[in-house]
Structures are given as C-alpha cells and as structure tokens.
C-alpha cells in the first residue's frame, strides 16, 4: 500500500511563498478532504506534488513510500502512481482526444492495449462518466462543455488506475446530476481500485457524497487542523471563524469576514438546494 508522506513544505509561486512548512501524510485508500480559505495553498500543495514548473519547491520533502517525488519528472510522477484533476481543464488544440488517451494508457502499462482492447475500454468508461463515444474523435476538451471537461478529468483518472488521485475543485460549476456523476465514480474507483484521494471542494454535496475517511484545512499555508466529517460540516455551518478562535490562528488574506465564508455561499449549493424542492 502506497503512502505519500510530504514534510515542512514550503512553495513560492513568483517569488510569493504560500505553503509555509505544510506535513501531510496520505495513505493508499483513504479519503481526505482538503478545505480552507481561498489563497491559502490548497491548489498550490496539489501542483507541488505533480511538478507543476510555476509552483517552487524551496524546502521539505515529498515521498511516495521510498520515492522521493521532488527528483522525479511530471511524466514519472505520473507512472508511479500520482494523478491530478485540473481546476480548469484546458483545450489542447492538434491533439486529439483518443489517441491521447491511448497514449497515457500504454505509457502506463508494461503490456500495450490493442486497438480494439483500448476502445472497449474507453467505450466502458465513457457511459461511466456519461460523455458521448464521440466527442473523443475531437481535440483534448475541444468544444466540451465545463461540466464535460470535468468528467474528462475523471475518465483519465479511472483510466490510468492511479494509487493517489488528486482532485482540484473537480465539482464546481456541475449540475446536480454532472456532481452525482462524478461521485459515484470516486466511489467506485475507491472501493474497487482502492485509490487514495485528495479532494479539494467548497461544496459540502460533494463531502456527502464521497464520504470522506478524514478532512484536513489548511489556513496560512499549514494544516492547522484535522478530524472527521465533524470539520468540514462545521465549516459548512459556521465558516472558518471558529478555527481563529479554537487554535489561535489569524488567517491571512481575508478578503471578506470569515463568518460569511463558507461551503453554504457557492452558487452550485443553491443549485443543489433549488433542485431537491
């Protein structure tokens, strides 16, 4: 079983430190929840542990099991077992979808799929994820809508098979139906693969839906805090006000009060909230 063990990490991006000696550890099979105030590293942990160039690495460690993450390329990362689900998939114009897709598979596996092996494949998962056959005849995300792009996402992941699948924001902007979806495919992917995740969400849908095994929140760049459900569902409630008072912890970077902050305000909760009357 696969574990990611990241100590003291300390990222800048353009010369502005965000992460400021963050300890984590993720186990293979577990569901974290990642929450916390906007700007505060959520995203930015997500892209230091799969090599995005833009975010520096100044200090710490990050290993999976005896690898040692920060030495390898985004390509080995990839092979090892690591994944990310972007916050805003891109259109990649002159690549086209499936033989993409084809390509990260066999890249990923010591045996080749045949053609015909890997449109079985793809032809399972696309039903899965509820995005039509063909729309793979198109370029990467070309002409998908926000919510197919979305599913995109989580078509590589149950594709590629990942131990540690991290997931940014993958619900915001999807429908009830798109949220349930995507849900349902973690959930499987969890339970039948084993996969470990991290999930970033403003969304308490999503957190009762996945079910999350432990909920940690990141505040200043540090886990200031973790638990159970009991967490995110606070903060659903109450905002991030009562960490201030509870650990001592002045958040940085309030660009409203913190007591209106909270998963209840998103636009798609009112959505999820309007569709269930």
């Known amino acids: 079983m696969k574990k990611l063990v990241i100590k003291n990490l300390h990222v800048s991006v353009e010369e502005k430190e965000i992460l400021k000696g963050l300890d984590l550890v993720v186990n293979e099979g577990e569901v974290v ?11 930015t942990l997500l ?43 891109a259109e990649i114009p002159g690549v086209n979808s499936s033989e993409f897709l084809k390509a990260a598979i066999n890249e990923h596996n010591e045996k080749r799929l045949s053609l015909y092996q890997f449109y079985k494949v793809l032809d399972t998962a696309s039903k ?3 995005i039509p056959f063909e729309m793979f005849n198109r370029n990467l995300n070309d002409g998908f809508s926000g919510g197919e792009k979305k599913r995109n996402e ?53 957190f009762e839906l996945v079910k999350p095994t432990r909920t940690v929140v990141i505040v200043n760049g540090k886990v200031v805090c973790e638990g159970g459900p009991e967490i995110y569902k606070k903060i659903d409630k109450f905002g991030y006000e009562w960490i201030k008072k509870e650990y001592g912890v002045s ?16 636009a798609t909760k009112e959505v999820i909230t309007n569709g269930n009357k």
Do not use: W
């Not at 958040?251 to 998103?266: A, F, Y």
């Open 128 to 130: 899965e994820v509820n």
């Open 251 to 266: 958040i940085e970077k309030e660009e409203q009060p913190m007591n209106k902050v909270s998963l209840g305000t998103c």
């Open 33 to 43: 929840a990642v929450l916390g105030p906007n700007g505060h590293g959520k995203s």
């Open 154 to 206: 989580i078509l590589q992941m149950m594709l590629l098979n990942p131990n540690i699948a991290m997931l940014d924001e993958i619900d915001s902007g999807l429908d009830v139906d798109a949220i349930n979806t995507v849900s349902d495919c973690i959930n499987k992917q969890h339970k039948e693969k084993g996969t470990g995740f991290l999930i970033i969400s403003h969304y308490a849908r999503l």
């Open 47 to 89: 892209n230091a542990i799969m090599g995005n160039p833009r975010y520096k690495v100044t200090e710490g460690e990050i290993f999976l099991d005896d690898q040692n993450v920060l030495e390898m390329s985004v390509d080995e990362r990839s092979k090892a077992g690591l994944f990310l689900a972007f916050q805003t998939p």
